[in-house]
């Protein structure tokens, strides 16, 4: 007879084309109950950092969230708290609150604290854009750079410094994203903000971070082919850049361009970059509802993802953008039209442990 979870990897084949056989790693990881599993390393001791986005609320509030980030957190990030939204209400001012209570908490929990973002055309608080010339944008984005990067110098040890900077589907390869700063400065603010963190932190591991790289198609192939060419040129000038970061941001209903994406990686190591996974989850909205079936569906696509990485290199890091169900921002853009609560991170809702997370524990463990 089969076992119930060799059925659902039958119903997996059959509702979303994923092929998982039980002989394979990732069936025989689906299908081999955790109390049957070889003893694991605990994630203190994992072969890449691993982490997770925080949130504010409910880390000052639930004992529960607090803990499990402190039981599977090495690194941390703010989902808020360093973007501009947050630290510049006004011109004149910065407010740093939330981000000193995130690095308190990392630090007293012996974890690092990313810094997320410097540069991105989203959460702008309304007064950027009156910024109105190049010198201005120039002037603007110095100071804000080095006061923030400054604060922190040798305390944020890695920066996302610039987020997003590939259009969604980018006209050509030297297309950038609009943003305040690509309409006064042009391309050249990449470069002028990599190297105003590099001066105001020299130590600082400084990034380039992007979704929609690994899937299969070609709108995605000319977003991996931009992003390829905004990098080469940087370091082609010699402009400080140490890592590129993959969001991450899977889709249950796309699949994983594993060459395409293992080939990203190889070129991004032979540039001399590390490549780190900042912000994993899979929006399950177009995935079926049955929620074990859903969550077998996700691991899946993680896995395809984390594989294709491997493949060509050990991520520097591997975040995920929350730890639990409960609180995600995958609600905001992709909510389930059957009304079903989306199920996109490595613990469910009471903070029980989901396939996702076995498979982030199979990758950890040195397993591909
Ligand atoms: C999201 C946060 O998770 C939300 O809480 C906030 O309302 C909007 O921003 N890519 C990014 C992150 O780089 O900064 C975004 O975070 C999610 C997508």
Known sequence: MLSRRETLLTALKAACGISVSGESPLGTLLATPAAAQAPLRPPSQWLFPFGAALRDGPLAGEPDYRAAIVRHCRQVVGEGGLKWFDLRPSRDRFVFDQADKQL?????????????????????????????????????????????????????????????????????????????????????????????????????????????????????????????????????????????????????????????????????????LDVLVTELDVVDDKLPGQPELRDMLVAARAYDFLRAIHAAARPAAVLTWGITDKYTWVPIWFKRSDGLANRPLPLDDGYRPKPLMRVLEHFGQGLH
């Open 104 to 272: 308190a908490f990392a630090a007293e929990n012996g974890m690092d604290l990313r810094g997320h973002t410097l540069v991105w055309y989203g959460a702008m608080p309304d007064w950027t854009k009156t910024i109105a010339s190049a010198a201005e944008a120039e002037r603007e984005l110095v100071r804000h750079i080095e006061t923030v990067v400054g604060r922190y110098r040798g305390r944020i040890k890695s920066w996302d410094v610039v987020n997003e900077p590939i259009p969604d589907d980018p006209s050509s390869r030297s297309d950038i994203r609009p943003s305040i700063w690509q309409q006064r400065l042009g391309e050249s603010h990449v470069a002028l903000a990599l190297r105003t963190a590099a001066r105001a932190d020299p130590e600082a591991r400084l990034v380039i971070n992007e979704y929609d790289i690994e899937f299969v198609g070609e709108r995605f192939r000319r977003k991996r082919d931009a992003l390829v060419r905004l990098v080469r040129d940087l370091k082609l000038r010699n402009v400080p850049l140490h890592a590129i970061g993959l969001q991450g941001h899977l889709r249950g209903d796309l699949a994983i361009d594993q060459d395409g994406l293992s080939a990203f990686v190889a070129e991004m190591r032979a540039l001399g």
